[in-house]
């Protein structure tokens, strides 16, 4: 038996909230092999980002096991490459200074960094750009040095969270298709979050639904699209019979919350 790159064994967190318990996700577990593409989708506050926070050390769960490999590992902060939907890029300096923020953190060899990001300007979009600062990017580019950065921190798997959600819907699906041609080349894990269902059939191996909150695993869809991947696949007959039975797993998740929670009393 294949031991996944990364594991989540019945894992569950808490939060204080002016004075009351607010359980955020609920004995979830998850996995994701070494090289896939899993995305995670689920309405608003289901506990995806709290997922990734979890996953990258900036807290423990209060129940369960994060493993990497096959073995439980306390100390995660540093193991994973963590991009947010905000490119966060630091507005005083230019992109090549902003991608190669996580070596120069590391205290690495700043000038191989320099090399090495160079090298991979024009595959990230920003060929002639390494000298511009990030007020002068499109949306889209900003996200591409956004990524590239995320990538020179040499970590085998990333946490995407909802890199693209920010962007119009053009670009958006422009970048999924060259997201797709770098994850190829890299031969990364990544798990990626959105909201748009979409976008997890197009780029994933796997499609793992949350309920509302708290976020537990209710839909776990392989994705048996042939790859690569383009724009004609969001015509196949395959993508439309498995975006219905992803719409339809979202629609039992809010029917069932809605069962759940007791009506107001007016």
Request: proline share 5%; with cysteine; charged share 20%.
């Amino acid at each position: 038996m294949t031991i996944p790159h990364l594991a989540l064994e019945g894992v569950s967190k808490t939060f204080q909230e002016n004075g009351q318990t607010v359980p955020a996700v609920v004995e979830v577990s998850l996995s994701a092999g070494a090289g896939e593409f899993v995305s995670i989708i689920g309405p608003s506050g289901c506990g995806k980002s709290t997922l990734f926070n979890m996953i990258a050390g900036l807290f423990d769960p209060d129940e369960g096991q994060i493993r990497l490999s096959g073995e439980a590992v306390e100390q995660r902060t540093g193991c994973f490459g963590y991009m947010l939907q905000r490119d966060l890029l630091l507005p005083w300096r230019t992109v090549l200074a902003n991608v190669i923020l996580g070596p120069e953190l590391a205290h690495e060899d700043l000038k191989a960094a320099r090399e090495e990001a160079k090298s991979l300007l024009p595959l990230f979009g920003l060929e002639g750009f390494g000298d511009a600062y990030p007020a002068t990017l499109s949306g889209g580019m900003r996200q591409r040095a956004a990524l590239l950065r995320t990538f020179l921190c040499h970590r085998q798997i990333m946490l995407l969270d909802e890199p693209f959600g920010a962007l119009d819907a053009l670009t958006r699906r422009e970048l999924q298709i060259w997201l797709l041609e770098v994850w190829r080349q890299f031969n990364k894990t990544i798990l990626f979050v959105t909201h748009d269902v979409e976008e997890s059939l197009l780029l994933s191996d796997r499609v793992i639904v949350l309920s509302p909150r708290p976020g537990k695993v209710v839909f776990n869809l392989s994705v048996d699209l042939s790859r690569p991947r383009s724009t004609d696949t969001l015509l196949s007959s395959c993508f439309v019979e498995m975006k219905a039975r992803l719409f339809s797993a979202l629609s039992q998740t809010q029917n069932q919350s809605s069962i759940d929670t007791p009506a107001k009393q007016t």
